[in-house]
């Protein structure tokens, strides 16, 4: 007896973690050159984007922008501190929280895997031409704000990717 599957639509989340994988099939060797995990690599963008910052950053919103659980991110952070990649400190309006920055030698990494991505970004932007790369881009956007109403608008994850 053949029993149908009660699905109709394609499994999203796994074709989303499955275009991941695709994508960081590129990035992570260029990652492993520079000795870095795919989450250590998520904590150093996260900070570069925020260098301008001179205070640093809360640990608290590091762990949301990098997408990384509080205790994986403790863990990251003292890896990321013993190899001279960021500074932890205390926040001097709550020491009960902690802020962290890059390094010279972090942000000098950032800067140098930015040129690779960037230029894998280019090779997608040539291989489904720049409407469609804009297309999906918004298209995701558009699905986080519909899935997440309480976070940021996709206008505003927009806004600030072109930062």
């Not at 996260?46 to 640990?59: D, M, S």
């Not at 999906?136 to 309480?150: F, G, H, K, N, Q």
Request: glycine letters at 6%.
């Amino acid at each position: 007896m053949s029993r149908s599957t009660p699905f109709v639509h394609r499994n999203l989340p796994r074709l989303l973690l499955q275009a991941r994988e695709a994508v960081m099939a590129h990035t992570r060797p260029s990652l492993r050159e520079h000795g870095l995990s795919d989450q250590q690599w998520r904590v150093l963008r996260v900070l570069g984007e925020h260098a301008h910052e001179p205070a640093g950053i809360e640990t608290g919103r590091v762990a949301r922008e990098a997408y990384l659980l509080g205790p994986s991110l403790t863990g990251v952070l003292s890896r990321m501190e013993r190899d001279g990649l960021i500074m932890r400190e205390r926040c001097p309006q709550d020491a009960r929280r902690s802020v962290v920055r890059a390094t010279a030698l972090g942000l000098d990494k950032v800067q140098a895997l930015s040129q690779t991505i960037e230029a894998h970004y280019s090779w997608m932007e040539q291989q489904l031409g720049k409407g469609k790369l804009r297309q999906m881009y918004a298209l995701l956007d558009e699905l986080i704000a519909l899935e997440s109403p309480d976070t940021e608008t996709a206008e505003e994850l927009a806004e600030e990717e072109e930062r």
